[in-house]
């Protein structure tokens, strides 16, 4: 059975930081690419990050200088840390999965992340 559970969400003030983790199981972790997407509310929901297990990260250009992706491989284990947090970085924050060659992909139930003074 595939899950993904994200954890680390919460309050926090502008400026602050969090990091956010998401454990997978129920797959090969290493033929994932593995990524965080955020909704806000009225919003479509939009990229944030992506790691392969090569390596190779893919941002959205308005969120790399604060925000890195990494993952553990001996955990499988991926996380996101976010800095120097904004209003406007309020959503639910999703762990997605997707397998490189079928494209079969696994999305998570979402943490909530508020950032409001």
């Known amino acids: 059975q595939v899950q993904l559970v994200e954890s680390g969400g919460g309050l926090v003030q502008p400026g602050e930081s969090l990091r956010l983790s998401c454990a997978a199981s129920g797959f090969i972790f290493s033929v994932y690419t593995m990524g965080w997407y955020r909704q806000a509310p009225g919003k479509q929901r939009e990229l944030v990050a992506t790691?392969?297990?090569?390596?190779?990260?893919n941002y959205a250009a308005a969120l790399k200088d604060r925000f890195t992706i990494s993952r553990d491989s001996a955990e499988n284990t991926v996380y996101l840390q976010m800095n120097n947090l904004r209003p406007e970085d309020t959503a639910v924050y999703l762990c997605h999965a997707r397998a490189r060659v079928t494209g079969q992909d696994y999305w998570g139930q979402g943490t909530q992340v508020t950032v409001s003074s």
């Open positions: 790691k392969t297990n090569f390596g190779s990260t």
